[in-house]
T-cell receptor
């Protein structure tokens, strides 16, 4: 049972345009969401996060939107740059006693075309 | 500040063998978690250690085990290797169990190939 789903395995976007990466979740206990970026042969790098008490968090070119009623979040990258080409993972965590486990989606490979 | 260090970077083992992977967290980080990444399943949680105690375990068979030392360094062990264990094994550290504001810091991983 996949609790965090990224239904688009890949996405291609022209440089300068907006990239929108989507993520859906099923576990209503999730209260914190994160996006990670991963280049080949490297570990994932933390990008941006959002708490369930917010519906938007912005950091430079990156904005994450959370729609709790729809159990959906999205990552917007504006403007997209070739260096943004990577695999993006959506992750979520639920409050737990003495634990901080992340549940990841399977990732979306973003290709930004110059 | 040194990042999360995982050794070795690459490993080739034969079915039935056992393997030990090592992870040195960022200095001062006391929480270490392990994840398995495969093309079909994405990143899957293996286990989490904090102050030498396993706090949480994912849905993996008992062949997968780990431990954490007093200096927060961690090792994971896989016994009786199977072909399906071929994966990238990622270690992540965080300052506390509640490091939600910063997320994890991941190492570059150990690429294990079982032949």
């Amino acid at each position: 049972d996949q609790q965090v789903k990224q239904n688009s395995p890949s996405l291609s976007v022209q440089e300068g345009r907006i990239s929108i990466l989507n993520c859906d979740y099923t576990n209503s206990m999730f209260d914190y969401f994160l996006w990670y970026k991963k280049y080949p042969a490297e570990g994932p790098t933390f990008l941006i996060s959002i708490s369930s008490i917010k519906d938007k968090n912005e950091d430079g070119r990156f904005t994450v939107f959370l729609n709790k009623s729809a159990k959906h979040l999205s990552l917007h990258i504006v403007p997209s740059q070739p260096g943004d080409s990577a695999v993006y993972f959506c992750a979520a965590s639920a409050p737990g006693a003495g634990s901080y486990q992340l549940t990841f989606g399977k990732g979306t490979k973003l290709s930004v075309i110059p | 500040k040194a990042g999360v260090t995982q050794t070795p970077r690459y490993l080739i083992k034969t079915r039935g063998q056992q393997v030990t992977l090592s992870c040195s967290p960022i200095s001062g980080h006391r929480s270490v978690s392990w994840y398995q990444q495969t093309p079909g399943q994405g990143l899957q949680f293996l286990f989490e250690y904090f102050s030498e105690t396993q706090r949480n375990k994912g849905n993996f068979p008992g062949r997968f085990s780990g431990r954490q030392f007093s200096n927060s360094r961690s090792e994971m062990n896989v016994s009786t290797l199977e072909l399906g264990d071929s994966a990238l094994y990622l270690c992540a550290s965080s300052l506390t169990l509640s490091g939600q504001s910063y997320g994890y810091t991941f190492g570059s991983g150990t690429r294990l190939t079982v032949v």
